[in-house]
């Protein structure tokens, strides 16, 4: 009896890892699908493929760009984060620090924190998707990083943002440092 218990919780363990993984799979098919409709439509956006992260720039400073970020670096942006399923929309917006953006797309929090997000490029303090996405921003950027949930809060379900979502980030690059 005990073993064909353990047996049967084994068993499922395993269907449910190789869902998951079919989950994130199908995830990454639809990011891919959506960045190639994205590049193909505006051929002048450049991909970055990073560890499982997506970065779309879709735009650069005429300007001298300054250095890259790199591990240990900072970066302070504004941003908005979405859910992805297969595409981008004010309907998945779950969060955003753009007051302008915010009011285009007539989103309102409760208690809204519109200052600018300064965060040390670490893998301690950020989404291993947003590390990943974030590594080689320059100053000035505007980019899209979107990551399957396996990237992302995984099996955590945050708020309004169910476990094992895919996400996506709309992100205004202010400055870099090293």
């Known amino acids: ?10 068993m499922l363990s ?4 190789q869902s998951l993984e079919t989950t994130y799979s199908n995830q990454e098919d639809k990011i891919d699908s959506y960045i190639s409709s994205l590049t193909k439509e505006n051929p002048d956006y450049t991909v970055v493929h990073n560890n499982g992260s997506n970065r779309i720039t879709m735009g650069r ?10 591990e240990g670096g900072t970066v302070s942006f ?20 753009n007051r302008d953006f915010a009011e285009e797309n007539s989103w309102t929090v409760t208690d809204p924190d519109y200052s600018i997000k300064t965060v040390r490029l670490s ?11 974030l590594e080689g921003v320059r100053a000035r950027d505007t980019c899209l990083i979107i990551f399957s949930g ?6 955590k379900h945050i708020g309004t943002i169910p476990a094992n979502s895919a996400l996506a980030f709309q ?3 202010e400055s870099v440092s090293e």
Request: glycine share 10%.
């Open 123 to 133: 893998k301690d303090e950020l989404l291993e998707g947003l590390y990943y996405g």
């Open 78 to 97: 504004y941003f908005a984060g979405y859910t992805f399923s297969s595409n981008i929309s004010a309907n998945n917006l779950f969060a955003t620090n």
């Open 171 to 173: 992100i205004w690059v």
């Open 61 to 70: 400073s005429t300007e001298e760009p300054g250095p890259a970020l790199a």
């Open 150 to 155: 396996k990237y992302g809060f995984g099996k």
């Open 1 to 10: 009896m005990i073993i064909t218990t353990a047996c049967a919780l084994i």
């Open 14 to 17: 395993g269907c449910t890892k």
